[in-house]
């Protein structure tokens, strides 16, 4: 059996991404930067083929895909970026990745 690892990146206005109290980002805000954002592209879902050919399928109606992603497309990658709980999150980002993250949400 094999485990990957893997890692969040969390852009938030809360002095600690996982506390409860603080400002957020509102959905609404997130869906108009997709919007505006001409690298960006909301899907309101991802889906991804695993290794054994299953797909997961993911409804969210904030996940968007950002689409200079280095690897996007190769090999079903995608780089997805979504609203939660008052924080946008990234998926297991790259340096390319984790840099359009900050320069977008400053």
Request: hydrophobic residues 35%; proline residues 1%; contains cysteine.
């Amino acid at each position: 059996m094999r485990f990957d690892m893997s890692y969040n990146i969390y852009i938030t206005r809360r002095e600690d991404w996982f506390s409860e109290d603080g400002p957020e980002i509102s959905l609404q805000e997130w869906i108009d930067l997709v919007h505006a954002d001409k690298e960006m592209r909301l899907d309101g879902y991802a889906e991804a083929t695993t290794t054994e050919g299953d797909v997961l399928h993911v409804n969210d109606q904030s996940m968007a895909v950002w689409l200079e992603y280095s690897q996007h497309g190769v090999d079903g990658n995608m780089a997805w970026i979504w609203h939660h709980q008052g924080n946008i999150v990234a998926k297991d980002g790259d340096r390319a990745g984790s840099s359009c993250v900050r320069h977008r949400h400053r």
